[in-house]
């Protein structure tokens, strides 16, 4: 099973660029997620999604944007991208049972210069 | 609100060493906790779990216990191996969002020499 795939796994972008991260899950999960991880600060929750066409704003959502058009697929927009958004991006997804553990991507290094 | 603080690293260790990574949490409700785990250029793996008062989740010898008097949920292992090294997050998820969300500790990197 691939479990959680993400993509890229690497990208250098100049100020003021534009990408999409795709995340795509093989587990029929209904929950996605997107999280930056930057050094001392732990995991932060960008977006998340409850279902195929929903999205919700999490901790940290200011200069992203997501879609959920596919109930397998969760995109990550940053529309112009800021050396502040440098990280590393995890996708997640979870079954929407009761207590059900959250499934990782193996990451995202974005690099903004 | 919601929150994680868990003991900062990094922490060294020989091996067959006995670990303990300290975690308390403040919670609005009555979260679960989980202990993921992070090795090199990999995404996070669920460690353990426990999702009410006193249940103790364990897995590959590590252990810890929901201790909701103290609000703590603290990770120990018996005797730390070379392959334990990597990086510790202790979470609790928010079930009022009705999405479980997850809300993450600092993380502690442990390694461990032969």
């Known amino acids: 099973n691939a479990g959680v795939t993400q993509t890229p796994k690497f990208r250098v972008l100049k100020t003021g660029q534009s990408m999409t991260l795709l995340c795509a899950q093989d587990m029929n999960h209904e929950y996605m997620y997107w999280y930056r991880q930057d050094p001392g600060m732990g995991l932060r929750l960008i977006h998340y999604s409850v279902g195929e066409g929903t999205t919700a704003k999490g901790e940290v959502p200011d200069g992203y944007n997501v879609s959920r058009l596919k109930k397998q697929n969760f995109l990550l927009g940053l529309e112009s991208a800021a050396p502040s958004q440098t990280s590393v991006y995890f996708c997640a997804s979870m079954s929407h049972r009761d207590n059900q553990p959250q499934h990782f991507g193996d990451g995202t290094r974005l690099s903004i210069l | 609100g919601n929150s994680v603080t868990q003991m900062e690293g990094p922490v060294t260790l020989s091996e067959e060493a006995f670990l303990t990574i300290n975690c308390t949490y403040t919670?609005?409700?009555?979260?679960?906790l989980f202990w993921y785990v992070q090795y090199p250029g990999e995404g996070l793996q669920l460690l353990l779990k426990a999702t009410k008062a006193d249940d103790k989740g364990s897995n590959k010898g590590f252990e810890a216990t929901y201790r909701k008097e103290t609000t703590s949920f603290h990770l120990e292992k018996g005797s730390v191996q070379v392959s334990d090294s990597a990086v510790y997050f202790c979470?609790?998820?928010?079930?009022?969002?009705?999405?479980?969300?997850?809300?993450f500790g600092t993380g502690t990197r442990l390694t461990v020499i032969p």
């Open positions: 979470a609790l998820s928010d079930v009022q969002t009705g999405a479980n969300n997850l809300f």
């Open positions: 919670a609005t409700g009555y979260p679960s």
